[in-house]
């Protein structure tokens, strides 16, 4: 489903997209320092302009994912430790997955328990994976267990980014951006939809 987002937040995603389109499983630093000083500088009201509000929460949300899509960590946890809700967490529990800290990444999905977006990521993660053309051992291992699970497991998921983090030019390691990157947008579209 397409998100008629304002004008201020898709140029932000465009540059994203034509910049960072698959942001790296654990960065080193942001991808745009001037993105993101601009998105720190921009209130949640700045990027909805002028449509109302109705969650902060969702609000914070939409801030803190574009942040974490530009790689600034940090940034985006600082937001997303404020937002008490399994959206939040979520957005933490992705920051924590890409720190590198596996283990705190874990926490924080399981305060997300089962989110909206997952039935939505595990069909968007078959078709990345029915594309990929002479898949790895490593990939078709992955590939299977997507399609074989009946629900998206986020914790399989931070055990596969963990497995992958030393073998970064590996057919695995790319499927993983893709997704991870199908990730952020669903989480993204899912917080402006709840925040207008």
């Not at 942040?67 to 960590?73: H, I, T």
């Not at 924080?108 to 069909?123: A, D, K, N």
Request: aromatic share 10%; proline share 5%.
């Amino acid at each position: 489903m397409s998100v008629a987002y304002t004008s201020a937040i898709a140029e932000i995603i465009e540059k994203l997209e034509a910049g960072n389109p698959l942001p790296p499983l654990v960065p080193e630093s942001p991808w745009s320092n001037e993105l993101t000083d601009a998105l720190l500088d921009m209130s949640p009201e700045d990027l909805l302009q002028g449509q109302s509000l109705k969650d902060d929460i969702f609000g914070g949300a939409i801030k803190s994912g574009l942040l974490l899509w530009n790689d600034a960590l940090d940034d985006s946890h600082d937001v997303s430790q404020e937002l008490g809700n399994n959206t939040g967490s979520y957005w933490h529990g992705i920051m924590h997955r890409r720190e590198p800290d596996y283990s705190n990444a874990k926490y924080w999905f399981g305060r997300v328990g089962t989110h909206p977006i997952f039935p939505e990521l595990r069909e968007r993660a078959i078709a990345l994976f029915k594309e990929t053309s002479n898949p790895s051992d490593a990939l078709a291992q992955i590939g299977q267990a997507i399609e074989t699970q009946e629900h998206w497991d986020a914790y399989q998921f931070i055990d596969w980014c963990q497995a992958a983090e030393n073998d970064l030019s590996s057919d695995t390691t790319q499927f993983l951006q893709q997704v991870q990157a199908e990730e952020i947008k669903l989480l993204l579209a899912y917080s402006y939809r709840n925040a207008v």
